[in-house]
Nanobody
């Protein structure tokens, strides 16, 4: 099992920044990719960013490109999401997830999820 604990959420005005952290523990060697998702009230959970093989490759959703950056501290089993130029539409619960790369697609098959951290951006 892998446990994921998110932190760093909060309330910020539009244009501001936040950095989310996701600390992984347990059998972290069983995973080789991690990602961030978000879910706003009444909406589906969407993928925001992903990081593969300890930082060798990253992916960002079009809606956050140029504003959000995912990174990983392998020594501390922690993944970060630096969020800049935040917009009210970024308001959501943000979740961290971990899994294994699916060989056929090259995407991450997520097996483990954190409890989430709330991000609220006011205009």
């Amino acid at each position: 099992q892998v446990q994921l604990v998110e932190s760093g959420g909060g309330s910020v005005q539009a244009g501001g920044s936040l950095r989310l952290s996701c600390a992984a523990s347990g059998y972290t060697y069983s995973t080789d990719c991690m990602g961030w998702f978000r879910q706003a009230p009444g909406k589906e959970r969407d993928s925001v960013a992903a990081i593969y093989n300890g930082g060798g490759r990253t992916w960002n959703a079009d809606s956050v490109k140029g504003r959000f950056t995912i990174s990983q501290d392998n020594a501390h089993n922690t993944v970060y999401l630096q969020m800049n130029v935040l917009k009210p539409e970024d308001t959501a619960m943000y979740y961290c997830a971990a899994g294994r790369v699916v060989a056929r697609t090259g995407t991450c098959g997520y097996n483990y999820w954190g409890q989430g951290t709330q991000v609220t951006v006011s205009s």
